[in-house]
């Protein structure tokens, strides 16, 4: 039976590292929206931190359709 604790002591770790990682992402990109003060984006991010569900979908859109824009136009060349 303690065989089975620590599989389950294991995965509730790892899921918790995942849901940290991701979050850190979330507030990552949702600082930048703000630096920027994108008002759509910083209701998306928030409509999805309020509903625990789609906060890190919105991140990731956010990182590949405005972040990654931003920051290929920064470059000088």
Do not use: C, P
């Amino acid at each position: 039976m303690n065989f089975f604790w620590g599989i389950g002591i294991y995965w509730m770790l790892f899921f918790f590292t995942v849901a940290l990682l991701l979050f850190l992402f979330w507030l990552w990109m949702f600082i930048e929206a703000l630096k920027k003060r994108d008002t759509m984006w910083i209701i998306l991010f928030l409509v999805g931190l309020f509903t625990m569900m789609f906060g890190w979908i919105f991140a990731l859109l956010y990182y590949f359709l405005e972040y990654e824009k931003n920051k290929k136009g920064s470059k000088k060349r």
